[in-house]
């Protein structure tokens, strides 16, 4: 079988915390004959250093931009500079405020509109050495996803502009007027089809574990949808089914309700 992951208020509780249970049941699941993957809207760059050391199979990251199995990159997609050029222009053009999320680097934009949250993503990007400042001739800069700020008719002005630019893209809702904007042909969902296709497992025999929005997308994807009890209700009526919060040993509970690890 195959079990994907979140990682954040899904692995690591909402104080960003591994709760004790997560790693021994993910060992056990790994043992059993279960592969693991993460599937993440981080990019290369962000890779969560936590999990160095856990029994993962691999990652699906960017929302479904690059795909790494047992160390090999399946699949990578990033616009090159003038596409990424152009898409700042339009983010520049509308006035949202944009964090541009490359493989390489945390892009800031010196001319972006100021909102309260970017300093926050600057000072989580400068304490992991992963921000850059954006300048027109850095040649790693190449746009895998955006993370911005902005009500809805903003957000879908920018969907609808960045298709005529022939670089269709989508707004997921990550609440409190942030957004995150990924490649339309790419999402947490599509990832998951590509690794099973690829490995020849079917939905019926694919786990997903979320809380948050941009997880609904893989969560429809597979046959088994388990919902964190912190998630999103949303995301809760969407689910085959709901587990404990992370804190409360979650992925190990409903790991031993699907009888993918023996149970106590």
């Known amino acids: ?41 981080r990019t290369l760059c962000n890779r969560d250093r936590r999990l160095d050391g856990f029994p993962l199979d691999g990652w699906i990251m960017g929302c479904g931009a690059r795909i790494i199995y047992r160390g090999e990159t399946l699949q990578a997609a990033e616009y090159d ?61 190449r746009v895998v996803k955006l993370f911005c700020f902005g009500d809805f008719a903003l957000m879908r002005e920018a969907e609808k502009i960045s298709a005529s630019l022939g670089m269709p893209y989508k ?25 099973r296709r690829r490995l020849g497992v079917s939905r019926e025999d694919c786990f997903a574990f979320g809380d948050s929005r941009n997880d609904l997308d893989m969560l429809a994807h597979v046959s088994h949808s388990i919902a964190m009890g912190n998630a999103d209700e949303d995301v809760k009526a969407a689910c085959s089914y709901v587990t404990a919060r992370p804190e409360e040993d979650g992925i190990a509970l409903a790991m031993k309700h699907f009888g993918i690890i023996q149970g106590a």
């Open 1 to 41: 079988m195959l079990l994907f992951f979140d990682i954040d208020g899904t692995i690591f509780d909402d104080r960003r915390m591994l709760p004790s249970s997560v790693l021994p049941a993910m060992e056990e699941a790994r043992r059993r004959g279960h592969q693991l993957l993460i599937n993440t809207g």
């Open 81 to 141: 500079l003038p596409q990424s050029l152009r898409l700042r222009s339009l983010f520049l053009s509308l006035g949202i405020p944009t964090v541009y999320e490359c493989d390489t680097a945390l892009y800031f934009d010196p001319r972006s509109p100021s909102h309260p949250s970017i300093a926050g993503f600057r000072q989580f990007a400068d304490a992991y050495g992963l921000s850059r400042d954006l300048a027109e001739t850095d040649p790693e800069f």
């Open 171 to 195: 707004a997921i809702d990550r609440g409190h007027t942030a957004w995150e904007f990924i490649r339309a042909e790419y999402s947490k969902g599509t990832g998951v089809d590509f690794i």
